[in-house]
């Protein structure tokens, strides 16, 4: 079945049963994320200050689940003015810059080969045919010829991406870079057609569902990892995504949005989520204890109690199922020695691990501080699990953390 037809029996679907083409209750698109990421405002953390004109952004995507067609969302969500989108193109990489032959797709936006993303909004572009593998690297290029202004980012992508020379270069099989990057910028997510039984898994957090100390390029954060778990455990129909932010917190804007204030756009209005996984908290404890100058000015960095964490994990159990959606809550990992840690934080610590423990107030729960912690230090993370700054794991922390995984939680 061609696009058109099957796009037509899904909307029309959705239109019958009164429901959101792009929520968690679309139970009937066949469109699910195989790539997302959280979009932060400009200047909310590292990398974000940049902005664009006359160059090719060719940014690097790794797939969860495969489809037989495709489209990007583009996003000016914190934009101060408009961005105008001259040109997008969609490939399977090759290597670092370049593309593989025959794989490049033109991306047009309601019929065009360009648009204009208002302040405030995202864009979709339309579906285009194209196999796309599951576990695969695609090459997204977008051209914007005119000034964007500070730049809507992801500041810590954890995987290189490209900025060309000046021009339209997005059909270029080997773009001419002039710098690299290791943030992403406008590009939101990236969605397969995989068929009416597919669903999306959303992995909510901070810098350490955002791969924060997992090697750069190698897609080995926790989710990432998790995806080949459910995929040989379900089949090839379950999407795995991360809306993880380096430096989020539950109830404190600092690198993106408060996660109270992200959680419906991030977590719950990508097509067919079935779950989410909250893994939030640790930097609502630390930023509490850091020292002057570590923190851009302005920055509330009062001190929060167990109880109003636990009150901010409430929202999101209340938000998800009122959509309709499972979540599990995930203990915060030790954090002792990575200079934000403290007496105080690490009770708080416990007193919140405990709640998503033995409340029974989320609909499962992942141990990943048992996952990760030293037998002979629990506050500490085990030597050989922390990537160097004893708060980020490591590749093999990050392993032992979807191995802890109980993969019936999300049936």
């Not at 959101?20 to 209750?25: E, H, K, N």
């Not at 995989?194 to 669903?199: E, I, K, L, M, V």
């Given at each position: 079945?061609?696009?058109?037809?099957?796009?037509?029996?899904?909307?029309?679907?959705?239109?019958l049963?009164?429901g959101?083409?792009?929520?968690?209750?679309a139970?009937e698109?066949?469109?699910?994320?195989?790539w997302?990421?959280?979009?932060?405002?400009?200047?909310?953390?590292?990398?974000?200050?940049?902005a664009?004109?006359?160059?090719?952004l060719?940014?690097?995507?790794?797939?969860s689940?495969?489809?037989?067609?495709v489209?990007?969302?583009?996003?000016n969500?914190f934009?101060?003015?408009?961005?105008?989108?001259?040109?997008?193109?969609?490939?399977?990489?090759?290597?670092g810059a370049?593309?593989?032959?025959?794989?490049?797709?033109?991306?047009?936006?309601?019929?065009?080969?360009?648009?204009t993303?208002?302040?405030?909004?995202?864009?979709?572009?339309?579906?285009?045919?194209?196999?796309v593998?599951?576990?695969?690297n695609?090459?997204?290029?977008?051209?914007?010829?005119?000034?964007?202004?500070?730049?809507?980012?992801?500041?810590?992508?954890?995987?290189?991406?490209?900025?060309?020379?000046?021009?339209?270069?997005?059909t270029?099989?080997?773009?001419?870079?002039?710098?690299?990057?290791?943030?992403?910028?406008?590009?939101?997510g990236?969605?397969v057609?995989?068929?009416?039984?597919?669903?999306?898994?959303?992995?909510?957090g901070?810098?350490?569902?955002?791969?924060?100390?997992?090697?750069?390029s190698?897609?080995?954060?926790?989710?990432?990892?998790?995806?080949?778990?459910?995929?040989?455990?379900?089949g090839?129909?379950?999407?795995v995504?991360?809306?993880?932010?380096?430096?989020?917190?539950?109830?404190?804007?600092?690198?993106?949005?408060?996660?109270?204030?992200r959680?419906?756009?991030?977590?719950?209005?990508?097509p067919?989520?079935?779950?989410?996984?909250?893994l939030?908290?640790?930097?609502?404890?630390g930023?509490?204890?850091?020292?002057?100058?570590?923190?851009?000015?302005?920055?509330d960095?009062?001190?929060?109690?167990?109880?109003?964490?636990?009150?901010?994990?409430?929202?999101?159990?209340?938000?998800?199922h009122?959509?309709?959606?499972?979540?599990?809550?995930?203990?915060?990992?030790?954090y002792?020695?990575?200079?934000?840690?403290?007496?105080?934080?690490?009770?708080?610590?416990?007193?919140?691990?405990?709640?998503?423990?033995?409340?029974?107030?989320?609909?499962?729960?992942i141990?990943?501080?048992?996952?990760?912690?030293?037998?002979a230090?629990?506050?500490?993370?085990?030597?050989?699990?922390?990537?160097?700054?004893?708060?980020?794991?490591?590749?093999?922390?990050?392993?032992?953390?979807?191995?802890?995984?109980d993969?019936s939680?999300?049936k």
């Open positions: 079945m061609g696009i058109h037809s099957s796009v037509m029996r899904a909307v029309l679907a959705i239109v049963a009164g959101l083409a792009f929520g968690a209750q139970a698109s066949p469109w699910v994320p195989t997302t990421t959280a979009i932060s405002p400009p200047g909310g953390g590292p990398g974000q200050t940049p664009y004109e006359d160059v090719t060719r940014q690097i995507v790794h797939t689940v495969g489809g037989s067609a489209r990007v969302q583009v996003s969500i934009g101060e003015q408009e961005v105008r989108l001259g040109g997008a193109a969609i490939a399977l990489q090759a290597q370049a593309i593989r032959d025959g794989s490049s797709r033109a991306l047009t936006f309601s019929g065009q080969e360009g648009i993303v208002p302040p405030g909004a995202s864009v979709l572009s339309d579906p285009v045919d194209m196999e593998p599951a576990f695969a695609l090459a997204v290029s977008l051209y914007f010829p005119e000034k964007t202004g500070p730049a809507n980012m992801h500041g810590t992508a954890i995987q290189t991406n490209y900025v060309s020379t000046p021009g339209n270069h997005v270029a099989a080997t773009l001419p870079v002039a710098t690299e990057m290791t943030s992403s910028a406008f590009l939101s990236v969605m057609m995989a068929g009416d039984d597919a669903r999306t898994i959303v992995a909510f901070d810098s350490i569902t955002d791969g924060m100390g997992s090697t750069v190698a897609n080995h954060r926790w989710p990432d990892l998790l995806a080949r778990r459910v995929a040989e455990e379900f090839d129909k379950v999407a995504v991360n809306e993880g932010i380096s430096g989020n917190r539950v109830l404190h804007d600092v690198a993106g949005q408060n996660g109270i204030a959680f419906e756009r991030d977590a719950l209005s990508w067919n989520v079935s779950h989410v996984i909250v939030l908290g640790i930097n609502d404890i930023f509490a204890n850091l020292p002057a100058g570590r923190l851009p000015p302005g920055v960095t009062s001190p929060v109690t167990a109880q109003e964490i636990i009150a901010g994990h409430r929202q999101f159990i209340a938000k998800a009122a959509r309709g959606v499972k979540i599990i809550g995930a203990t915060l990992t030790p002792r020695g990575a200079g934000t840690d403290s007496d105080a934080g690490e009770a708080i610590r416990q007193a919140v691990n405990k709640w998503i423990r033995e409340s029974g107030e989320y609909d499962g729960i141990d990943f501080d048992a996952a990760v912690r030293d037998p230090n629990p506050a500490k993370l085990k030597p050989d699990f922390q990537s160097g700054d004893w708060i980020h794991p490591s590749d093999a922390g990050y392993e032992a953390m979807v191995k802890a995984i993969l939680l999300l």
